[in-house]
Each structure stands twice: as C-alpha cells, then as structure tokens.
C-alpha cells in the first residue's frame, strides 16, 4: 500500500522567513496530494492540494510543488506570520474512478517565533 | 450542514471496557475514514466505507476493534476490550468523491483508557 514520509517533523522559523516541508510517496498510482493544517486541539482542515496533471499551485502565501517521477512534493509557506504555527500534514491517494484511501505523513510542527 | 458530527468529544474508561464512539458524516458524501491520531504514529487510517461498504480495514490494529456503517449518515467505531494503549485522539472524516476531493474531519474524540 501507499506510504507517505514527511520531513522534517519540527520546523522553527523567525517570522517572516519561509518555510518549506517535504514529502515523499510511494505508490506511483497516487494522483491527488494535499496538504492539512491543523492548530493545537483541533481537527485536520485542507489549505493546498494538487493533482498529478498540475506541477504546482500557488494561493497566496503558499505553494504545493510536485515531482511526480521523483515522488515527491513540498509546501512551501513565504513570509510567515505567527498565526502559520501549527501541524501541518501531508496525504497521497489514488483516485482511479474512486477516492480510494487517504494516507497521511507523520506530521511537521511548524513554529514561527514573532 | 454543521460538518461531520462525532460523540462523544471526550470518553475515559476503564481498561476492558467497552467504547463506541460515533459519526454522523456530512449529507450526500459517499466516503467515510476512521482516523486515529497519536504524539508517536500520527495520524493512521483505520478503516474507510464507500456508500456504507468498508472498503479498506487493514489499519484496523486488532480484531479488538470493529467499524459499522448500517447507513448513509451513521458510523461507529467500537473497541471492546480497550486498552490503556488504545488512548488516543479518534477523527471520523467525510468525503464526496464526485466534484472535489477533499476530506472534511470532525472534531474528534479524545479517548483516555484508564
């Protein structure tokens, strides 16, 4: 099955600085990836996704790149405000006629000191 | 919609026990997901339905744990005996796989097994 790495898992970043997570598949059928953001104690939302016929997608201040002969695809957040703090996650799955299952990286806790 | 729907928000019990925590998916999705989110595994899949079938339960940890979907706006997840290892955050999650792809999650229940 599909198995997604996520690096790195903690990230600190002075405000305004980038930040950039990266990630890792393996199951080559995957053609939808997107990203999660969740804030301390709360539920998972979606910011970004991408599909396999697009290379990037860009919405404001964050970017999702992807590398699909590489397996691999990355968010990137430019000029960072401390409301960015939070987990972000990555996901892969397939969607071959169906939405098949959602398989999550472990997770980068992203700081960003004022 | 109010979005995905679980209860309880909160459970503690005690170690074999019997726990049921429940789902109410948004109105018209047609793919259901267990997730299960732990400080050292992240979030997992545990198992996920299309149009009420269980589709995939090989996340499912043990035969300890059970999921139903008797219908379109009902899920449960059962754990009987629990364990004090079984502790962790549970989301249920919902998707329509016809226009958009993307998984809306519920709150969660946090499970402590005491």
């Known amino acids: 099955g599909e198995n997604v790495e996520q690096h790195p898992s903690t990230l600190s970043v002075q405000e305004g600085d980038s930040a950039v997570i990266k990630c890792t598949y393996s199951?080559?059928?995957?053609?939808?990836f997107p990203w999660y953001k969740q804030e301390l104690g709360k539920r998972p939302q979606l910011i970004i996704d991408?599909?396999?016929?697009?290379g990037e997608k860009k919405d404001q201040r964050i970017a999702v790149t992807l590398n699909k002969t590489a397996k691999h695809f990355s968010l990137h957040i430019t000029e960072t405000q401390p409301e960015d703090s939070a987990v972000y996650f990555c996901?892969?799955?397939?969607?071959?006629?169906?939405?098949?299952?959602?398989?999550f990286g472990k997770g980068t806790k992203l700081s960003v000191k004022p | 919609d109010a979005g995905v729907i679980q209860s309880p928000r909160h459970e503690v019990t005690e170690m074999g026990q019997e726990v049921t925590l429940r789902c109410k998916p948004i109105?018209?999705?047609?793919?259901l997901f267990w997730y299960r989110q732990t400080m050292m595994r992240g979030l997992e899949l545990l198992i996920y339905?299309?149009?009420?079938?269980?589709?995939?339960d090989s996340g499912m940890p043990e035969d300890r744990f059970s999921a139903k979907m008797p219908n379109a706006s009902f899920s449960t997840l059962k754990i009987q005996p629990s364990e004090p290892r079984d502790s962790a955050v549970y989301f249920c999650?919902?998707?329509?796989?016809?226009?958009?792809?993307?998984?809306?999650f519920g709150q969660g229940t946090r499970l402590t097994v005491v």
């Open positions: 999650a919902s998707s329509f796989s016809g226009v958009g792809t993307e998984a809306f």
């Open positions: 199951d080559s059928a995957s053609n939808y």
């Open positions: 991408i599909r396999s016929n697009v």
């Open positions: 996901a892969a799955s397939s969607q071959e006629g169906s939405q098949g299952n959602l398989i």
């Open positions: 109105s018209g999705h047609d793919y």
């Open positions: 339905f299309n149009n009420n079938v269980p589709i995939d």
